[in-house]
């Protein structure tokens, strides 16, 4: 069937975007609030009207905008509300075209928005109640502590690149790209028996991907002639 991040957003139609731009949603919404699996290259399954990722991207949308209606009457969840969607509806894929499904760097001016309404919220939840207050603080407390694990997670990750491009390949096999970039990074590490290995990987996936045939080729040398 394919999948999305495959090949260009611009051959979809844009009911395809649309069905995909709903997956995107439900995948964002996701980790807005449970912010783990982070990766850089995502790729969707050919999207279809009963896909269940698509149903729950039309709950998730459904939730969002009756989160809006509700917050019209508090200008400053209105005003947090109206950031949110100006910066997140571009990344959907439905007027601007990118060149991937979704991408984690794409929600964060969005989040500004997203965390003006958590924010306000708490305030005017807070204001009213003693009780809330202290619930509140324990809450955030509990969020601070888990954005600092996810944060020391994700540092690890990011330490070099052959930890990186191995994490990206955990959630995908179908980036060529990624096996070529993994393989060239361990030919930095001067590791040639793996990085054979990704190039081969990468033309698994992609038999005519011109980099890794080139690489592979110039490791096959250089290991025929370290003997």
Known sequence: LGRIGEGGIGGMSFHDRALGALMAIFHYVRLLFIPTGL?????????????????????CLAGLALATYFSRRSRVLLFGWLWFWIFFIPVLNLFILLNGPMSEHWL???LIGFFIVVVGALFHFTSRKAEWKKATEKFLAVVVLT??????H???????EISLFTNILKYTHYFADIYNNLGTAYIRD???????VNFRKALEVDPAHPKAQENLRTVERQMADRG
């Open 39 to 59: 990766h850089l290259t995502y790729q969707f399954p050919k999207p279809y009207l009963g896909e269940p990722t698509v149903s729950l991207g039309i709950i």
């Open 108 to 110: 964060y001016n969005a």
């Open 147 to 152: 954005l600092a694990i996810t944060t020391y």
């Open 154 to 160: 994700s540092n690890r990750v990011w330490k070099n």
């Open 190 to 196: 001067k590791n040639l028996k793996e990085a054979e």
